[in-house]
């Protein structure tokens, strides 16, 4: 009878889920997409996905060694980061150029803010921005699926620089020189080494909803809203603009499903995350549209993800009985 009245403070709500066990599941749902960028690029992206996770892992360990602080790798975030990082690469993208970025995710992004759950941004989204401005010749050069990236890479970025479709569709090249939507759906064209596959991200895509690791508030608000601004404004007049198309294209699912979602830089109540998922969109079209970028979803989450703490002010509902709002 003791023991019945014996409480604690809560929550009371128990649950299995770790951080380990919702990164491995990350990881496991990321995994056709990997497997679609070795089927399109070569065995070189194993070597820059291996890179990335192994640089993540290092940097980790070894930060967290220099700042005396408890390690943190078993937890499996840091090789998560390295998978989305890679991910985020061109197939060609130089080695050193991965671990660069793997250090500038998890070392100025992630510990130096306190490590996980206390960084502002993504990490791996943030070192992809990084890379981008001090590398964009890396960063820009892509490759022909069935091309082997080993020695495009070593042939030089002027000798295998092409387009990805976002950028054909920008330039005002003709209906002819688009790929196909199921050229797009399974991954045959050029782009970063995950983002390519729409039907491998969404198979992962499914496997999260399943195992309950992310709720869909954000990529159905991110992906409907993008797909309702270029529907709109993306055509030669209002309302004729191929919204399929830019679903389909560029990073979209990769960081609406998998990026967006991040626990540590998304609102933590619905509403918020609604807000989230839409403000994502509108900058992506804007991006897309209006800008000389043809891709605009990591800078979108990226601004969205600062964001997050004014709309969490404004979203999370007070407590009963807590304090009035002061002006």
């Known amino acids: 009878m003791e023991d019945r009245l014996t409480v604690s403070s809560s929550p009371h709500i128990r649950d299995k889920a770790n951080t ?6 990350v990881v496991i749902a990321l995994l056709p997409a990997t497997f679609a960028g070795v089927y ?4 070189r992206v194993l070597l ?77 989204l943030g070192a992809r921005i990084i890379l981008m401005i001090s590398y964009p010749g ?14 495009a890479a070593a042939s030089g970025v002027d000798a295998i620089s092409s387009a990805t479709p976002l950028q054909i569709m920008k330039y005002g090249a003709s209906i002819a020189d688009l790929p196909s939507y199921g050229e797009l759906f399974w991954g045959n064209i050029m782009g970063c080494l ?44 209002l309302f004729t603009g191929d919204f399929l198309f830019h679903v389909l294209a560029g990073g979209l699912l990769l960081g609406a499903i998998y990026m967006a979602t991040d626990y540590a830089t998304s609102p933590m109540t619905v509403k918020g995350r ?48 807590g304090e009035k709002a002061v002006a």
Do not use: H
Request: net charge positive; with cysteine.
């Open 20 to 25: 380990q066990r919702i990164m491995i599941d």
């Open 40 to 43: 399109f690029f070569g065995t």
């Open 48 to 124: 820059v996905v291996m890179v990335s996770i192994l640089s993540c892992v290092v940097s980790e360990y070894l930060s967290r060694r220099i700042m005396k602080r408890s390690n943190t790798i078993s937890d499996f975030s840091a090789v998560v980061t390295g998978l989305l990082l890679a991910l985020n690469l061109p197939p060609t993208v130089p080695l050193w150029v991965a671990a660069v970025g793997s250090a500038i995710a998890i070392v100025v992004i992630k510990q130096l803010f306190g490590g996980l759950g206390q960084n502002f941004v993504n990490p791996a």
């Open 138 to 151: 890396f960063m820009t050069n892509w490759v022909k699926p069935g091309v082997d990236a080993v020695s």
């Open 194 to 237: 995950g983002e390519t596959s729409a039907a491998a991200l969404l198979i992962g895509a499914v496997y999260l909803f399943a195992r309950k690791i992310i709720s869909p508030e954000i990529p159905f608000a991110f992906i409907g809203t993008t797909a309702l601004f270029t529907w709109i404004f993306g055509g030669t007049t």
């Open 274 to 321: 609604i807000i989230m998922g839409i403000g994502c969109g509108l900058l992506t079209g804007i991006i897309r549209l209006f800008t000389n970028y043809t891709e605009g979803v990591s800078f979108a989450i990226v601004l969205m993800n600062i964001m997050v703490p004014l709309i969490d002010r404004y979203t999370i509902p007070k407590s009963f009985g």
